[in-house]
């Protein structure tokens, strides 16, 4: 098989004004990036305020092996299909940080034959998003520290400024840093650190955000550090939230692409599904929903992260709920979860142990009260005896599956899953949420332990104890809960593979996201900037005299 | 007077593909980035190659006060003036940074009636090049830690890393840090610090670039660390110049905008003054060569920094030479070159003591063998004896001189100017550098100090001795120098104004720019990452639910 980028190539690409034409996007809202990217304007919406939505198709897995399952290409497979059927659908993603590109993860925009076009802009730099909400994220650091030299009016406490700096680079060496040496004339010093510019509250708020005075609003309610009395100080008290939404006035605007099939997809935002909700912008998907007939859209990691979120706290924030959950599942990821890391064998043994865990997420997302349909992503190296037996344990749970060979094939390989997905979403659906956002913090933890992660305890560590007097104190507890845990695992430890039960789960600490509006409980190490590899993809990519690009995957 | 962006928003900008249309840009070269702002392919050149260039005027000016005089105002409102007269021009100018914008500076897309637009985007983000290079210059960065933690094969000396990183910002807590704290897993610690994006080694390579395998072999070039046995390590050993390259793909290419009168401006790139040579892309200017009759760039900073660099490196790297060079002058520069800091005042002492900076900046760049017009900037509180005094004082010289009033009356306000810039033209010259590239490393210092700073003698202290020694053994003697220097005086010290003369010159180090391909001088020092004020300009920066920004100047 070709490569994505050779592939990629092949492909003859409608005009992007002709696509947002397709879907009747007036041609005053287009903001034309070259020929085949567009920003539509978020404006737009408020003209399209009184049309009906289309059903929105939510994509998740279950939990993956570090290679991943191709929840992306089977988004953008099964919307593909879907135009494939007649039917007129949308996929929306999130767009691709820059930083992993030059690492061992290479680029994000689908791949094979369901792709995101065009790749290469797509990955490097595309319609400069992230480095607006960089130069946003970093604007509050610099004013901080201007602050502190300046006489500190707001009594910020050094040694509790929460917010670090962003770069989007994998770049460890900036983990852990001391700033400001160098006497008098470069400030106060103290310990700081970069995170990587998706893992920044302002990626979170843009992607959340309804419009420009909302999206100062939530700006304005970040909290950046505590006094030295331990009163949170917030973006508001800098005053610069007008700055940073100025900063960010042209990446609240949804970018229109094309698939390799030519047709639309939106991908617009990136945040993490760890410390974050991990969904693209909700303005990119209620676009979509007023725009065509069925949006495909995608959620972080596994249903225990992405799709938890996206049904406890995207929906009800959205005011919209998926009418049909894909589940994405391979063979060799329920191998994984039985045990092995050899995909190459047959082995029937570690895929009944395995496949606990497909029960498990399907157990889970049944009980949001949306219907449920598994895509079995094939890859060359699963049997036809394997892949019967997951067919079965699914159809014998009453749940459809539908081979899915989205990524070989493209919508040819997606029909029979589109098929299905359709015929679900026609079924009536309302959304039960696990757990009420005015359960005290406790309860609502304790629910998703116990319901989503299977747990049979909840621990708090001291810091996690004192962050919840901080919350209460501050009226912050009243907020949904962002759990960042492992992805390998429904459980806080990646080594408990399968349907781990009646364990304990740790919540270490806390963090908030006042202006995104959660609180973030840790559940583990969550890393925040990644780091190069040995010999890093840098070395790979290249670009010739006619400027194309090779080394991007 | 309305302020900048009200002026801005009253006018009537052209849909940028039509500007495009009007100096006959081929469709296919032109990438849209919005209605208003587009990329030009670079490609382009290659089929323009066999056209006749236009005339080139370089503006430049005295050594200005901190308000700065005019300079591109003087550019904008030149061009349109010659719009005007029924001959076609361009003006091409360096690219803001965005840092800036939020200190005290403000924006620089020129003022008042001489404006390029829209303003708000051309100092917010643009079209990304500022970030691309910020992206590329810190890849090197991460790949230069990774290599170093990963056994550093190079033999890299941790406290030999000259490559900084980099951030469009105004960030004085980020001048001076230590990285890779917090053991292993982090690399190594060593001090490192950052600079703001335009003093970018990156930056200046990207403006000399002739198209893209220049730019790799530029890249490859660059200097950015020693061996512990002294060697220097180059990007091309960490073979990432086709990464790089990647990374900048979109940035080589020219953005195409139009003043406040619809006239075309190609604005790109943004190199320094003092440490670079602090003009727009060759690439631009080459381009607006091939499209029109006139093109009118300018250079940084006064005529001993910007201009002389023009003259002895850039014009020399491009194969181009300007036809006429304007001199900026204004009676309050003049004034405080003698002595004065009030210019409400009528003083004509002052000005017949600071006139001097005027006869050596003429006298200066009349060594180069190109015909001189002196545009004198009105300002309102000038009187008619003072502007009368200096424009006797200009023509004594016989030197063409015009009085200027662009910023308040746009083109109308520069067609004296124009008249007297276009005669100028049509006489015949030749560039005469003041130093030729392959005189040994001092004496090209010397030529300088002596020809146009005015000192009688060159002081080197011992790190700059060291690194001649250097230069010699890795055979980089032969590259051309530019001097980083105060611009307030044509000496080293910014408190010696007007024209002083018998001195010593003293260079305190050197820089390797080998990639860009000069030696950077280091005659004082020389800021590379700005602070913010007190109270900053972002809290002054808004913008309303329309998108509409406010607080830009």
Redesign the interface.
Known sequence: MLSDIEIARKAKLKKITEIAKDINIKEDYV?????YIA?I?H?YLRELKDKKDGKLILVTAINPTPAGEGKTTTSIGLSMAINKLGKKSIVTLREPS?GPV?GVKGGAAGGGYSQVLPM?DIN??FT?DI??V??AH??V???I??HI???NDLDIDETRVFWK?A????????????????GH???NPRE?GFIITAASEIMAVLCLAE???DLKRRLQNIVVARTRKGKPVTIGDL??E??L???L??AIDPNLVQTIENTPAFIHGGPFANIAHGTNSLIATKMALKLTDYVVTESGFGADLGAEKFLDFVSPTAGFKPDVIVLVATVRALKYNGGTKDFEQENMEALRNGIENLRVHIENLRKFGIPVVVALNRFSTDTDKELEFVIKFVENLGVKIALNEAFAKGSEGALDLAKKVLEESEKESELKPIYNWHDPLEVKIMKLAKEIYRASHVDYEMAARNKIKFFKKYGYDHLPVIVAKTQYSISDDPKKLGAPSNYNFTIRDFELSAGAGFIVALAGEIMRMP????V????????????N?T??F
């Open positions: 903001h034309q990036c070259g020929n920003k304007s404006h820059l030059m290469e490097l730099h400069g480095h607006a960089t130069t970093n604007l650091s610099a004013v520290d201007a030299k300046y006489g700096r770069m989007d680079m994998n770049d460890r060496a900036l983990r852990q840093i001391v700033i400001a040496l160098g004339a470069n400030g700081d419009d420009i005075p005053k610069i007008g700055a939404a100025a900063v006035k042209n780091g190069l590899p040995k890093s993809n840098a070395v790979n990519l290249d670009v010739d005299a006619d400027g690009i080394g991007l």
